[in-house]
């Protein structure tokens, strides 16, 4: 499918267990991001990859791993998952600007539920 | 870094009303500024954005925002809105001097009244 998709759309774990979400894009861009979106937050950055091997750290990165060994694809890795780490988790991706011009494309969204 | 305010956070409107959601950021350097909208159970869509050029620009379904850069806004209006404007909005600033990093406000959650 072409476009941006993650995996699984619903996860429930239990407190202390390992999680990873699986995000993958088709059209090659250089940047990724993974976000996490609770009520009267908005959407908050956990942390971005500018290209294959590169990543940083967003404002909410405690508690998560990520990597990127190979441009496609950006899992997210929850080492072990706490209540709060309760929410939805959206991927997106966009076009390399070093000014900053290109939107971020979406994926559709893993809602994690940590028991 | 750069912070986005919607100082609105929930927004009731009848169907065929006009509507502005409103968008303030903080820096005052060069801004590439967008509004995403997501539908329920949904990720986001690009909806507009304002790169350089005229201040003002239009989406396809009849939203239009107007960059003003004295205020530092970039309020979302619609003249008419219909059932299926019913959605989450968002707000999103990049500069030039935060390169690829997306800035988002907290949203504001419009419901169109039949």
């Known amino acids: 499918d072409a476009g941006i998709t993650q995996s699984p759309r619903y996860k429930i774990t239990e407190t202390g267990r390992q999680v990873t979400l699986m995000c993958h894009q088709t059209?090659?861009?250089?940047?990724m991001f993974w976000y996490r979106q609770d009520l009267g937050h908005g959407l908050r950055l956990i942390y971005y990859?500018?290209?294959?091997?590169?990543?940083d750290k967003g404002e909410v990165s405690d508690g998560y791993v990520v990597s990127r060994s190979k441009t496609e694809n950006f899992p997210l890795t929850l080492e072990s998952a706490t209540r709060s780490q309760t929410s939805v988790y959206f991927c997106?991706?966009?076009?390399?600007?070093?000014?900053?011009?290109?939107?971020?494309?979406f994926g559709p969204g893993t809602r994690l539920t940590v028991l | 870094a750069q912070s986005v305010t919607q100082l609105d956070s929930q927004v009731p409107v009848f169907e065929e009303a006009p509507v502005e959601l409103r968008c303030n950021y903080s820096?005052?350097?060069?801004?590439?500024l967008f509004w995403y909208v997501q539908y329920p159970n949904q990720g986001l869509q690009l909806l507009l954005k304002?790169?350089?050029?005229?201040?003002l620009v239009e989406s396809i379904n009849g939203f239009e925002a107007e960059f003003n850069k004295s205020q530092t806004s970039f309020h979302l209006r619609k003249p008419s809105v219909h059932i299926s404007d019913t959605a989450e909005y968002f707000c999103?600033?990049?500069?030039?001097?935060?390169?690829?990093?997306?800035?988002f406000g907290t949203g504001t959650s419009l419901t169109v009244i039949p």
């Open positions: 997106a991706s966009s076009e390399s600007s070093g000014a900053g011009r290109y939107e971020q494309f």
């Open positions: 059209w090659s861009h250089s940047y």
């Open positions: 990859s500018a290209a294959a091997d590169i990543t």
């Open positions: 820096s005052s350097v060069s801004v590439y």
């Open positions: 304002y790169l350089s050029g005229s201040t």
């Open positions: 999103a600033v990049r500069s030039s001097n935060t390169g690829n990093q997306f800035y």
